[in-house]
């Protein structure tokens, strides 16, 4: 598994996704369980569906100077 998500990307869905499970939690709904979804993308650093549609938010790195 190649990384395809960048740094902004990865800090949002984290985020998203534990408020989503608090928010799961407070109203105590199984709904919440959906939050486990982006946290865990986002704490890995990569997603499926980026990868069938081919579209990564990962910065390129420099590539070297070519002659």
């Known amino acids: 598994m190649k990384a395809n998500m960048g740094s902004v990307d990865r800090t949002l869905r984290i985020l998203i ?3 989503v499970i608090v928010l799961g939690f ?3 709904s199984w709904w919440g369980l959906v939050g486990f979804v982006p946290l ?3 704490l ?3 997603c ?3 990868s069938l ?3 990564s938010t990962c910065k ?3 590539k ?3 002659s």
């Open 17 to 19: 996704g534990v408020v």
């Open 26 to 28: 407070v109203y105590q």
């Open 40 to 42: 865990i993308t986002g």
């Open 44 to 46: 890995v650093g990569y």
């Open 48 to 50: 499926g569906l980026y």
């Open 53 to 55: 549609i081919g579209v």
């Open 60 to 62: 390129l790195k420099d």
């Open 64 to 66: 070297p100077a070519q």
